[in-house]
């Protein structure tokens, strides 16, 4: 896939040049607010989770103790996953703190894949960064 700025542009030449049969996928586009520290979220929040009759189960906490928190003196950060009952995969993660614009392209790649919370918890991540935190996230 092209980056996210030709991406629809890409599907409209496609679609011009070979017939009407791509479609873009906007499944799991995360946002961030670039405030200090950083907002982010990708995938569904608790609201529209309710609201398509998802059954999930939420993990939050406050994490400005966590060492990756405290290594960089962040004083304010923590997060929100909503994970799916049966399934285990990941439908919703909001994350407040230091590097929460990186750390939410491996959600939205988890939520695009279809990952479980189990595949994020195995998953071997360098560490002490914030990206190894997502194992306890989950």
């Known amino acids: 896939?092209?980056?996210?700025?030709?991406?629809?542009?890409?599907?409209?030449?496609?679609?011009?040049?070979?017939?009407n049969h791509r479609k873009p996928n906007y499944l799991a586009v995360p946002s961030v607010v670039f405030t200090?520290?950083?907002l982010a979220a990708v995938g569904l929040s608790e609201q529209s989770a309710r609201a398509q009759?998802?059954?999930?189960?939420t993990n939050h906490q406050k994490t400005?103790?966590?060492y990756s928190s405290r290594r960089v003196g962040e004083e304010c950060s923590g997060?929100?996953?909503?994970?799916?009952?049966?399934s285990g995969r990941i439908i919703g993660a909001h994350l407040l703190g230091h590097?929460?614009?990186e750390v939410i392209n491996l959600f939205a790649l988890?939520?695009?894949?279809?990952?479980?919370?189990?595949?994020?918890?195995?998953?071997?991540?360098?560490y002490p960064?914030?990206?190894s935190d997502i194992g306890y996230m989950v």
Request: glycine share 12%; no cysteine; hydrophobic share 45%.
């Open 1 to 19: 896939m092209t980056p996210v700025a030709g991406y629809e542009g890409e599907i409209v030449a496609a679609n011009m040049l070979e017939g």
């Open 53 to 57: 009759g998802l059954k999930f189960r």
């Open 110 to 126: 988890a939520i695009r894949s279809g990952l479980t919370a189990t595949d994020l918890t195995e998953m071997m991540f360098a």
């Open 64 to 66: 400005s103790g966590w």
């Open 99 to 101: 590097h929460a614009e």
């Open 79 to 86: 997060f929100k996953v909503l994970v799916e009952e049966g």
């Open 129 to 131: 960064t914030h990206t």
């Open 36 to 38: 200090v520290p950083p």
